[in-house]
């Protein structure tokens, strides 16, 4: 089975600094990854998807993640935080099982951005 | 697009009693819904699958009897927490695979969520 693994339960930035949120994913197949943002007590937002297209993905609010199949990792940036940045962020992997695709989602990582 | 909504966003019930979450997808027809429970400060842990028309999957561990899942249309599924016991509060999720509009491979097509329900039994 596919998975990913998020490094940094937690992350803590200044606004206005780089942002980087990683997750490595442990694949037999290309796999297709997903980013995912949580704000306090909602469900949770797509920022951006790989799906074997371009390696460099671009998302909404600023964010990008590049896929690199020689270190199986997906990892998310942001050039500069903005407060409004402070959320919990999923990484996801589709996994074929039993007929049908699941989502198996990452232990997440919560970005906390200082003023 | 690809909107989901979810009712209720917050219940408390008492021990004992039943309790029925709604999704819906209101934009798009969703033939599989997914179905997730999240503690405080965790990852989300995938319940069971919700396929229009037929019995759901359920996760290893999962009680299929305890977590009634029923899913009667293609924008419509329910999940009743049955004799819900205060260890059963936690956030549920549901959400719907976004529909593919260029046939692609299910896997690669994302999830839309609705906004889940906080559940807390007393």
């Known amino acids: 089975a596919q998975s990913v693994t998020q490094l940094g339960s937690h992350v803590s930035v200044s606004e206005g600094a780089l942002v980087l949120l990683r997750c490595n994913y442990s694949?037999?197949?290309?796999?297709?990854l997903f980013w995912y943002v949580q704000y306090p007590n909602q469900g949770l937002q797509l920022l951006l998807k790989y799906t074997s297209a371009a390696t460099l993905v671009k998302g909404i609010n600023g964010f990008e993640a590049e896929f690199k199949k020689s270190e199986t990792s997906f990892h998310l940036t942001k050039p500069s935080a903005h407060m409004s940045d402070a959320a919990e962020y999923f990484c996801?992997?589709?996994?074929?099982?039993?007929?049908?695709?699941?989502?198996?989602f990452g232990t997440g990582t919560r970005l906390k951005v200082l003023a | 697009g690809a909107v989901v909504s979810q009712h209720p966003s917050r219940v408390i019930c008492k021990s004992g009693t039943s309790v029925k979450i709604e999704c819906r997808s209101l934009?798009?027809?969703?033939?599989?819904m997914f179905w997730y429970r999240q503690f405080p400060k965790q990852s989300l842990m995938l319940m069971a699958t919700?396929?229009?028309?037929?019995?759901?999957?359920?996760e290893q561990g999962v009680e299929k009897d305890k977590f009634l899942i029923n899913h009667a249309s293609l924008t419509l599924s329910t999940l009743t927490v049955t004799s819900a016991h205060p260890e059963d509060s936690s956030f549920y999720i549901c959400?719907?695979?976004?529909?593919?509009?260029?046939?692609?491979?299910?896997?690669?097509?994302?999830?839309?969520f609705g906004n889940g329900t906080r559940l807390t039994v007393t």
């Open positions: 996801a992997v589709s996994d074929y099982e039993q007929g049908t695709y699941k989502y198996i």
């Open positions: 959400s719907a695979r976004a529909p593919s509009l260029t046939g692609a491979v299910k896997g690669r097509t994302a999830l839309h």
């Open positions: 934009d798009f027809q969703a033939t599989t």
């Open positions: 919700s396929n229009e028309g037929s019995k759901a999957t359920y």
């Open positions: 694949s037999s197949v290309p796999p297709y």
